[in-house]
T-cell receptor
Framework: GAGVSQSPSNKVTEKGKDVELRCDPI?????LYWYRQSLGQGLEFLIY????????KSGLPSDRFSAERTGGSVSTLTIQRTQQEDSAVYLC????????????FGPGTRLTVT | RKEVEQDPGPFNVPEGATVAFNCTYS??????FFWYRQDCRKEPKLLMSVYSSGNEDGRFTAQLNRASQYISLLIRDSKLSDSATYLC????????????FGKGTRLSVIA
C-alpha cells in the first residue's frame, strides 16, 4: 500500500520568507509526527498529532513554527520568517494504534534557507 | 545526560564480520525499544523491535538489559548492503507518543 508521502521533496527559500511543508500519512493511521534532521545530526521531535486530541507541540523550536492536521489526515508544517538555521530535512511519520506503535517515515522535505 | 546515547562510529568492518552496537538510555520509564536503519540521505526505517527476552531476525539479534538500561544490536555475517546508520530508539510510554532517537552509529562494510 501507499506509504507516507511528503511534498515538496526539496525547497529552497530566501531568509525571511514563509514555507509550507505537506505530509500525507498512511491511510488509517491515527498519529502523525513531525521531526527534523540537520546534517549529521539525530532526529529532533517537533510536534505530534493523535486523533482529535490537542497536538503535542513541545518540540517546536520557536513560535515561527506551527502545524495543523486537517480532517485527521493531511498535515501542514509552516515555518514563518525562515532563518538559515531552519535548513534541515523535515521528516513526517505516522503510526497506527495497534502493535508496537512503529512509526513509518516519509522521504522528507529538504529545506534550504539562503 | 542525553536521553539516548550511541557511539557514532564509524565502524568499518570487512564483509562476513560480526559487529555489535550498544546504546544506553537514561529514562528508566522507557517502555519500548527499537532499532531503525537510515541509509544516506534517506528516511529512517524500522529494522526491528527489541523485546525484553531478546529477539533475532535472520542475521540480526537485538537484546535489552533493563537493569543497566542498554540495548544492543548484533549483526552477523555482515553484507555490503548493511552499510548504513543504525539508530537506537526508545519510547517512554505506551501509546502514540513520540520516539526518542539516538544520533546513530555509522557502519561501513568493506569488500
Amino acid at each position: 500500500g501507499a506509504g507516507v508521502s511528503q511534498s515538496p521533496s526539496n525547497k529552497v527559500t530566501e531568509k525571511g520568507k514563509d514555507v509550507e511543508l505537506r505530509c500525507d500519512p498512511i491511510s488509517g493511521h491515527t498519529a502523525l509526527y513531525w521531526y527534523r534532521q540537520s546534517l549529521g545530526q539525530g532526529l529532533e521531535f517537533l510536534i505530534y498529532f493523535q486523533g482529535n486530541s490537542a497536538p503535542d507541540k513541545s518540540g517546536l523550536p520557536s513560535d515561527r513554527f506551527s502545524a495543523e492536521r486537517t480532517g485527521g489526515s493531511v498535515s501542514t508544517l509552516t515555518i514563518q520568517r525562515t532563518q538559515q538555521e531552519d535548513s534541515a530535512v523535515y521528516l513526517c511519520a505516522s503510526s497506527s494504534r495497534t502493535g508496537l506503535y512503529e512509526q513509518y517515515f516519509g522521504p522528507g522535505t529538504r529545506l534550504t534557507v539562503t | 545526560r542525553k536521553e539516548v546515547e550511541q557511539d557514532p562510529g564509524p565502524f568499518n568492518v570487512p564483509e562476513g564480520a560480526t559487529v555489535a552496537f550498544n546504546c544506553t538510555y537514561s529514562n528508566s520509564a522507557s517502555q519500548s525499544f527499537f532499532w531503525y536503519r537510515q541509509d544516506c540521505r534517506k528516511e529512517p526505517k524500522l529494522l526491528m523491535s527489541v523485546y525484553s527476552s531478546g529477539n533475532e531476525d535472520g542475521r540480526f539479534t537485538a537484546q535489552l538489559n533493563r537493569a543497566s538500561q542498554y540495548i544492543s544490536l548484533l549483526i552477523r555475517d555482515s553484507k555490503l548492503s548493511d552499510s548504513a546508520t543504525y539508530l537506537c530508539v526508545v519510547k517512554s510510554f505506551n501509546g502514540n507518543t513520540p520516539l526518542v532517537f539516538g544520533k546513530g552509529t555509522r557502519l561501513s562494510v568493506i569488500a
